[in-house]
Every structure is written in C-alpha cells, then in structure tokens.
C-alpha cells in the first residue's frame, strides 16, 4: 500500500496462451451461486481491474437472469492511503452508470503497528459483513481470480508450507458463522477479465502496491508464466478436492467415535485410534485437539501423530495445541489446558476461542473462570459415567458470569445469559471445502448449524 497515486486505466487486452473464456463461461460460473430466493447480493469492488469485471459481468448476468435481485457494490476505505476515497468515488460513478447501489465501508481507528495486513483484511471482511448484515443477505462476492490462487500456491510452496494449505484459496469461505465470501472467478484468468472491460469500454486503478516488489505477491507475480499459473491453479482445485475427501473421512470418524458428556470435555472412543485411514485419525485428533483447547490453527502434523503413536502406545496424558488429552479406561478424554484462560473482565464476546457468550446490555457482568463452588455443583450434576476429575476439569474451563467479587453461576445458566459452543479451527472462517469437518465438530460440541454454502450445484437459470 504505497504513498503513490492509483493510476486509471483504460482496459488493455493480455491474453494469455491459449486464449480467452466467453462470456457464457462467466454466466455458467454464476449459476452455480444460490441466487433463487435471495433479494440481494454485495460485491466488493475496490477499483482494480478483477473487482471491476466482476461488477460489470455480474451486473448485465442479474439483470438478464435475477431482474428482481439486488446488487449492492461496496468498497472499502482502510484509511490507509490517502488515494483511497478517489478510488471509491471512481466505483460509485461506475456503479451509477450500471444502475445499481454503491456504499463506501470505512475502517477508522487506530491502526496497528504490527500485523497491519491481517488486520485490515479482518476489518475489510467486518465491514463487508456488517453491510451485507443490514442490506438483507449473507452473500459477499469477491473478485479473487486464478492468477490469485496460483500466487498463493506458489507462495506457500516456496514457503515450505504443506499439507491444508496447499488447497490455496476457497470457492467460498463463511465469515465469523454468518456471512458468506464467494469467489465465483476463481477459475479465470486475469488477463481475460481485462478484455472483459475493454470491450465493455470500462477502465480501473491500478494500485502502485501491485508494483511494489517489497510485497511477496508482487515478486511471486512477477516470476510466473501463463503455464505456471494454470499447473499451479490445477493443483490448488486437486489439493482442494483431497482435503475435502480428507476432511469427509475426518468427519465420519468424529461422528463415530466423539462425544461430549459435559461442556469442555470431549470423549474419544479408542476405536478411532485404530481406524484403517491413518491419516484420517490423525486429521481428526487435529481437529478435536484445536477444538478442545480453542485454537485457530490445527497443531502439526508431525506432532499430531506422534500423539496419536503415543496414545495408541497407552501415554496416559499429553498436551499439545492447548488442550490436554488423557487415556483412561473408558477413552481418551480431551479438554482445555489451564494456562492463559482469559482473564476475568475480558470483553472479548467470543471467549478463549470456544464459546460465544452475550448478556443483555447495561448488566454489570464480567465474564470469566469460575470459581471452585461453581465447579463442584456443575459436576454434582453431570451424568453418571463421567470420571468426576475429568468433569471438574473441564467446568473449571468454561466461562462464569460474575458481578463484583461474586460468581453467580456458568454462562448459560445465569438467567440473562446466553452461551453457544464454538468450533474454534473455524470461528473466524471457514473455507468450503471443510465443511463436512466443521459440521461434525458443529453437532459434537452443540455448536450452532453450519449455514449452506451458496452453490446449488446446477443451473439455476430459468427459474
């Protein structure tokens, strides 16, 4: 995000070897959105000659396709360049000549020092959230093209970095459980998207960042062919599709094998350990120990089954991505470590990872770890079977609501309260192609539905 001007321009044509798709390609890839029954849609368009087609060739398919369907372009002002509200005037003027709505989303505050990038593409997605929340829908489209995927790719290969992370990016991602991010340009080629606007005689800003080789993007786009990009693309959709089937096979054996007998504790059948798809188990013991210990990133492979060696070797007990797990004779047990719980007086909704925990405006509530005589008539009542060491364990990780110096019970207990389980891997987002292993997760730990992705996977044209 550099301090030089964004330059306008005119569309050019590029083709790539091997030529361009038609427009029909274009119409056959939003047809394959859930757009029947929808009364909008938000398009995320910040000016550069992707999001620019996008708005173009979207626009005419709705008008064609869905007359009755709202289209709301929404560009997002980080605040971070001065540039930036120029450039989102130059989209309400191409909105305007289209015919449809435009808002500018601007992310005020102040900025931090370290992290900038994650945080504004947090912010971005916040804001473009919130907007589709109030214009009706949860369907946001972005304009990431096949040329953004074998960047990241290849960004990732030359990082090292292996395994989930080579599927690249999702043809759909849910953002924060309510709202959809889908990329229905995934398979096409910047190039041809630029011929898109030249026809239709529209121009975009080219953002100097794009030039700026201090940016790793930057350096990897410049070093790729066109036949880079399309074996880089194709892996990404092979890797995608493994981790989907990897992720079903995960699923499966959750659904087998896991229970939760009380908050915070979950129970492993030592069936699982011993299931035929090694790497299946090991996928899942990821997905349960990220769960329990409330943790954005599933731990490592590596470690992860070295975990699963020593709990089939009978280890009684071992910690990894903030959950301890422990064999006992009916299971392995697995539940939140101790260590770096939230301190008390947090006002983080969306607690250790786990829960999502809400009390009614102007209460004078603090969230926080409970204390011992909350835990100990929390584990008076749970069910038979359940070693009570386990269970005091586990209640004294969940949240408690407290006023003052007093705790007045566990959140969702407290009259006024509500407090719904989180499956933590995916409580910021959740790519699409694991949704068979977060809906597993989902039903285990009571956790809210799992929206429909926004495909229908056929036409819905017609009807």
């Known amino acids: 995000m550099g301090g030089t001007s964004p330059v306008a321009r005119t569309a050019r044509t590029e083709r790539p070897d091997g030529?361009?798709?038609?427009?029909?390609?274009?119409?056959?890839?939003?047809?394959?959105?859930?757009?029947?029954?929808?009364?909008?849609?938000?398009?995320?368009?910040?000016?550069?000659?992707?999001?620019?087609?996008?708005?173009?060739?979207?626009?005419?398919?709705?008008?064609?396709?869905?007359?009755?369907?709202?289209?709301?372009?929404?560009?997002v002002d980080h605040r971070l360049r001065k540039e930036a509200a120029a450039e989102a005037r130059f989209v309400a003027k191409e909105a305007e000549r289209l015919g449809i709505e435009h808002r500018t989303l601007v992310w005020d505050g102040a900025k931090p020092a370290a992290g900038l990038m994650e945080a504004a593409r947090d912010a971005r997605h916040r804001l473009l959230s919130r907007a589709a929340q109030e214009a009706g829908t949860d369907l946001v489209l972005v304009a990431h093209t096949m040329d953004d995927q074998a960047e990241t790719v290849a960004m990732r290969s030359?990082?090292?970095?292996?395994?989930?992370?080579?599927?690249?990016?999702?043809?759909?991602?849910?953002?924060?459980?309510?709202?959809?991010?889908?990329?229905?340009?995934?398979?096409?080629?910047?190039?041809?998207?630029?011929?898109?606007?030249?026809?239709?005689?529209?121009?975009?800003?080219?953002?100097?960042?794009?030039?700026?080789?201090?940016?790793?993007?930057?350096?990897?786009?410049?070093?790729?062919?066109?036949?880079?990009?399309?074996?880089?693309?194709?892996?990404?959709?092979?890797?995608a599709a493994r981790r989907q089937a990897l992720g079903e096979a995960a699923a499966a054996l959750i659904d087998q094998h896991a229970t939760m007998p009380v908050p915070g504790l979950i129970r492993i059948e030592p069936a699982l350990f011993d299931a035929s798809g090694k790497h299946a188990a090991i996928y899942a013991l990821r997905i349960l120990l990220s769960t329990a210990g409330g943790q954005t990133y599933l731990p490592d492979e590596r470690r992860s089954a070295e975990a699963l060696s020593a709990i089939m070797r009978g280890s009684s007990r071992l910690t990894l991505a903030g959950a301890v797990a422990e064999r006992s004779s009916a299971g392995v047990y697995l539940y939140r470590e101790y260590r770096n719980l939230p301190a008390r007086g947090d006002t983080s909704l969306l607690w250790d990872g786990r829960c999502r925990v809400a009390y009614a405006e102007g209460r004078d509530f603090e969230i926080g770890e409970p204390d011992k005589a909350t835990v100990e008539a929390s584990v008076e009542s749970s069910p038979a079977g359940v070693p009570p060491r386990l269970a005091r364990a586990a209640y004294a990780r969940q949240p408690a609501i407290w006023r003052g110096d007093e705790c007045i019970g566990l959140a969702g207990d407290v009259e006024g309260t509500t407090c719904e389980a989180v499956a933590a891997p995916w409580a910021r987002y959740l790519p699409s192609f694991d949704l068979a292993a977060a809906r597993a997760v989902s039903s285990l730990i009571g956790a809210g539905a799992v929206p429909k992705p926004p495909f229908n996977g056929r036409s819905m044209r017609g009807t």
């Open 158 to 239: 030359a990082r090292s970095e292996g395994g989930r992370g080579r599927a690249g990016i999702a043809a759909a991602t849910l953002s924060g459980g309510e709202t959809w991010f889908a990329r229905p340009l995934l398979g096409a080629r910047r190039a041809v998207l630029r011929q898109v606007l030249e026809r239709a005689g529209t121009g975009w800003i080219d953002d100097p960042s794009n030039d700026d080789f201090r940016y790793e993007r930057v350096r990897m786009r410049a070093m790729l062919n066109n036949e880079e990009i399309r074996v880089f693309g194709e892996a990404a959709r092979n890797e």
């Open 19 to 75: 030529g361009g798709s038609p427009i029909s390609q274009f119409d056959e890839d939003f047809d394959r959105l859930a757009l029947a029954g929808r009364d909008c849609v938000v398009l995320a368009v910040s000016g550069g000659s992707d999001s620019m087609a996008l708005m173009q060739l979207f626009t005419g398919y709705a008008q064609r396709v869905f007359p009755s369907l709202r289209v709301l372009v929404a560009t």
